[in-house]
Nanobody, 123 residues
Framework: QVQLVESGGGLVQAGGSLRLSCAASGRTFSTTAMGWFRQAPGKEREFVAA????????YYADSMQGRFTISRDNAKNTVYLQMNSLKPEDTAVYYC????????????????WGQGTQVTVSS
């Protein structure tokens, strides 16, 4: 089993930045790709970004490209999401997920999920 715990969410003004962290524990060798998703009230969960085991390959949703950066530190069993130039429409609960294929943006590709962390962007 793999356990994922997100942290780093909070309230920021439009144009500000946050860095989210996701700490993994358990049998982490069973998971290679890591991803971030988000879900706003009344909306479906959407893909944000994904990263390969090596950290050398990344994949972003078009709306996040150039503003968000995903990275990982395997020595710490941690994946990060750096969010810059935040907009009110970025307000959502952000979820960390572990899966198999980093090029697949579908939630069904992921087997393990964190509890989520709230990000609120004010105007």
């Amino acid at each position: 089993q793999v356990q994922l715990v997100e942290s780093g969410g909070g309230l920021v003004q439009a144009g500000g930045s946050l860095r989210l962290s996701c700490a993994a524990s358990g049998r982490t060798f069973s998971t290679t790709a890591m991803g971030w998703f988000r879900q706003a009230p009344g909306k479906e969960r959407e893909f944000v970004a994904a990263i390969s085991w090596s950290g050398l390959s990344t994949y972003y949703a078009d709306s996040m490209q150039g503003r968000f950066t995903i990275s990982r530190d395997n020595a710490k069993n941690t994946v990060y999401l750096q969010m810059n130039s935040l907009k009110p429409e970025d307000t959502a609960v952000y979820y960390c997920a572990g899966g198999k294929t980093w090029t697949n943006a579908q939630p069904s590709n992921y087997d393990y999920w964190g509890q989520g962390t709230q990000v609120t962007v004010s105007s």
